[in-house]
């Protein structure tokens, strides 16, 4: 039987908003173990809560870094999934703190895995929601979204780039490394209908369908590869081979 990780980066969410998060990976029709990476700001109800289902302890696991790293989660996300990798997982899923999955999420995922062979990464589509959970009826441009990317175990060498992302991209990192990813040639293979529910807090979406922002909502983040064009040659090789291009 395949071991399923997810691996959701916190830092100073809500409860609320992490137990979302939490309850729909524990409602899986797959199971998989949940890897709570805190970047920084550890909550300990998540250490004291637990939950048993048909007499077996379901606990996410809890992985404190000693201060924040200021990277939009890159290097907690990618902490999680090396040891994720270490400990032998076969499939390492991604889901951010402020976010939450359709339960036939990881069963959708492995679905479509299975009609490619081999496969490296699955791209699941999401769905838009307002802070509200509401849903937002527009076209979908993202499918670099971190939270779309699952992997088999021959996309795994990848990962461990999250956490050596530069910081000045860090706000653009799901771009930066799905531009990575496509360089590799990787095997993927894509869900047929939308699992990842999305809470947009961009700002732009809301101006696309004529709708005030909400509260936090942001500007689009627009610092990726070309901050590497303002460095001297050298350094765009080192930042190159850090992102994983070189």
């Known amino acids: 039987m395949s071991r399923i990780a997810i691996v959701t980066p ?7 908003l992490l137990e979302r998060c939490l309850n729909s ?14 970047d920084g700001h550890p909550q300990d109800w998540i250490d004291e809560g637990y939950w048993i289902d048909e007499g077996v302890q379901v606990k996410p696991r809890h992985i404190r870094l000693d201060h924040e790293h200021g990277d939009a989660g890159n290097a907690a996300r990618g902490i999680g ?7 032998g997982y076969d499939a390492i899923g991604q889901l951010d703190a402020d976010n939450w999955i359709e339960p036939d999420h990881v069963a ?3 679905a479509a895995a299975a009609t490619r062979d081999p496969c490296d990464y ?9 802070p509200d959970e509401s849903v937002m009826p527009l076209a979908e ?24 992302i530069p910081k000045p991209m860090a706000l653009s990192g799901d771009r930066v490394f799905y531009t990575m990813l496509q360089r590799r040639g990787f095997a993927v293979a894509y869900t047929d209908h939308p699992t990842v529910n999305y809470h947009n807090l961009w700002a ?10 909400p509260k936090g909502a942001k500007p689009n983040a627009n610092v990726g590869l070309g901050w590497m064009t303002t460095l001297s040659a050298r350094d765009q090789t080192v930042a190159s081979r850090l992102i994983g291009f070189g």
């Not at 916190?10 to 609320?16: D, P, S, V």
Request: one cysteine or more.
């Open 10 to 16: 916190y830092h100073k969410e809500t409860r609320a």
């Open 25 to 38: 990976v524990r409602a899986q029709t797959v199971a998989a173990d949940h890897l709570m990476i805190a």
């Open 81 to 87: 999934a090396l040891l994720a990798i270490a400990e």
């Open 108 to 110: 959708s995922c492995l």
């Open 122 to 130: 699955v791209v699941a589509k999401r769905i838009l929601r307002r």
């Open 141 to 164: 441009t993202w499918p670099y979204d971190t939270n779309c990317l699952f992997f088999l175990r021959g996309g795994f060498a990848v990962l461990p780039h999250w956490a050596m």
């Open 204 to 213: 732009s979406s809301y101006r696309a369908l004529g709708e005030l922002a």
